[in-house]
């Protein structure tokens, strides 16, 4: 038996042993302790700096560069010059090297399927989870990078260019191959990653989950789990087995951040208000997105301060009411202040009165219309 094929048995062993031992049900420490032994072999594996023993495929082999001639066999079917059984090969072509190589990449990629194709918000939520240190990755800023860049499936982590032929009739071809191999390797790293990080944002007491960091953790979760499912399909038609993984779906723990987004109680407190006006509109508004407005020890209290008074201009007979509505989102066990929101109007009638009530019907208007616009921006970005 050759050398090659020994090197490669025991790395497949060391594959399968990685997948067989780590169980993701377990706690979140454990979970990160998988992690971090997922990193090093990912850092080793795309070029970072963990011991080359746990390294797979990390020697990447010169582009065969040609130019003129006859046009190679591998133009039509990379798989003359890639064994089927091993890698995944696909072709690009382009007036340019660069796209060239890029349309290979993406072919290559496209071998999986639209299915695989991740969302782009779900990939930009998670790379902005990565950058606030919501989602632990790794310091390296490339590997870093590269974990971030793998979550859109644009093109697959591992692939490599093998072969490019300039035709000279301004057309160039690149041939970009897939070790399947190094994809089982590298893509069960990356949910082990993924997993621990999973394990982390959902790991917190009851008091902490119904809350808009709770909603917001479990959301991110599901984002994750999406992300994994991707992953776990590379990995399938590469020849491994996602089954030892124990991925949750992504609907799990969206249904779970659902209900934890009903249970998450607002109260609104307005000083100065008119036969409940200005609280009915806000609580109306809290209500559309799904909020609860009523419950004991709610974790946020919407303040509401309304100033209204009368306001006398030269030369008019109107009567005119000046209304300040100040309101601020707050957290009661922090006291921090989550969604500022304010606005001025002017309302004139024949009397006072009439204008005051046009005044708060303005109002309550303005919550409806713009309140419920900012608070909806706000539950869609917010980030644990």
Same mark, same amino acid.
């Given at each position: 038996?050759? @050398?090659?094929?020994?090197?490669?048995?025991?790395?497949?062993?060391?594959?399968?042993l990685?997948?067989?031992?780590?169980?993701?049900?377990?706690?979140?420490?454990?979970?990160?302790?998988?992690?971090r032994?997922?990193?090093?072999?990912?850092?080793?594996a795309?070029?970072?700096?963990?011991?080359?023993? +746990?390294?797979?495929?990390?020697?990447?082999?010169?582009?065969?560069?040609?130019?003129?001639?006859?046009?190679?066999?591998?133009?039509?079917?990379?798989y003359? #010059?890639? =064994?089927?059984?091993?890698?995944?090969?696909? #072709?690009?072509?382009? $007036?340019?090297?660069?796209?060239?190589?890029?349309?290979?990449?993406? @072919?290559?990629?496209?071998?999986?399927?639209?299915?695989?194709?991740?969302?782009?918000?779900?990939?930009?939520?998670?790379?902005?989870?990565?950058?606030?240190? @919501?989602?632990?990755?790794?310091?390296? !800023?490339?590997?870093?990078?590269t974990?971030?860049?793998?979550?859109?499936?644009?093109?697959?982590?591992?692939?490599?260019?093998?072969?490019?032929?300039?035709?000279?009739?301004? +057309?160039?071809?690149?041939?970009?191959?897939?070790?399947?191999e190094?994809?089982?390797?590298?893509?069960?790293?990356?949910?082990?990653?993924?997993?621990? =990080?999973?394990?982390?944002?959902?790991?917190?007491?009851?008091?902490?989950?119904? !809350?808009?960091?709770?909603?917001?953790?479990?959301?991110?979760?599901?984002?994750?789990?999406?992300?994994?499912?991707?992953?776990?399909?590379?990995?399938?038609?590469?020849?491994g087995?996602?089954?030892?993984?124990?991925?949750?779906?992504?609907?799990?723990?969206?249904?779970? $951040?659902? =209900?934890?987004?009903?249970?998450?109680?607002?109260?609104?407190?307005?000083?100065?208000?008119?036969?409940?006006?200005?609280?009915?509109?806000?609580?109306?508004?809290?209500?559309?997105?799904?909020?609860?407005?009523?419950?004991?020890n709610?974790?946020?209290?919407?303040?509401?301060?309304?100033?209204?008074?009368?306001?006398?201009?030269?030369?008019?007979?109107?009567?005119?009411?000046?209304?300040? #509505?100040?309101?601020?989102?707050?957290?009661?066990? !922090?006291?921090?202040?989550?969604?500022p929101?304010?606005?001025?109007?002017?309302?004139?009638?024949?009397?006072?009165?009439?204008?005051?009530?046009?005044?708060?019907? @303005?109002?309550?208007?303005?919550?409806?219309?713009?309140?419920?616009?900012?608070?909806?921006?706000?539950?869609?970005?917010?980030?644990?």
């Open positions: 038996m050759s @050398a090659s094929m020994i090197a490669r048995i025991i790395s497949f062993t060391f594959i399968f990685s997948l067989a031992n780590v169980s993701f049900a377990q706690t979140s420490a454990q979970a990160e302790a998988a992690a032994e997922a990193l090093q072999r990912l850092e080793a795309i070029g970072g700096s963990a011991p080359s023993s +746990t390294a797979v495929n990390t020697i990447t082999p010169p582009v065969q560069l040609t130019q003129g001639g006859a046009q190679p066999a591998w133009v039509n079917d990379p003359t #010059v890639y =064994n089927r059984d091993r890698y995944f090969a696909a #072709v690009g072509s382009a $007036a340019s090297r660069n796209q060239a190589e890029a349309r290979a990449l993406s @072919a290559l990629a496209a071998i999986f399927g639209q299915s695989i194709q991740s969302d782009f918000m779900v990939a930009a939520m998670y790379t902005e989870a990565v950058e606030n240190g @919501a989602v632990n990755v790794s310091e390296n !800023t490339n590997i870093r990078d974990i971030t860049r793998a979550a859109s499936m644009d093109n697959l982590i591992g692939a490599q260019i093998g072969y490019v032929w300039d035709s000279g009739r301004n +057309t160039i071809y690149a041939a970009a191959y897939l070790d399947k190094r994809a089982v390797s590298i893509y069960t790293d990356l949910v082990i990653i993924n997993n621990s =990080n999973i394990a982390l944002l959902t790991n917190m007491s009851g008091n902490e989950k119904n !809350t808009f960091d709770g909603f917001a953790r479990y959301r991110l979760a599901s984002q994750i789990a999406l992300i994994n499912a991707n992953y776990a399909a590379v990995i399938s038609q590469s020849g087995s996602a089954a030892a993984l124990n991925l949750n779906s992504a609907e799990y723990y969206k249904l779970e $951040a659902d =209900n934890i987004f009903r249970n998450i109680t607002v109260t609104v407190s307005v000083h100065n208000d008119r036969a409940n006006r200005v609280q009915n509109a806000f609580a109306g508004a809290l209500s559309s997105q799904g909020l609860r407005t009523r419950g004991n709610p974790p946020y209290i919407l303040e509401v301060f309304v100033f209204a008074n009368e306001a006398v201009f030269p030369n008019n007979n109107f009567k005119w009411c000046v209304m300040e #509505v100040s309101a601020n989102l707050v957290e009661s066990s !922090t006291g921090a202040a989550l969604i929101f304010s606005f001025n109007l002017r309302e004139g009638h024949s009397t006072y009165a009439n204008a005051e009530t046009r005044a708060y019907a @303005a109002a309550e208007r303005e919550i409806a219309e713009k309140f419920s616009v900012l608070l909806r921006e706000y539950l869609a970005s917010v980030m644990p």
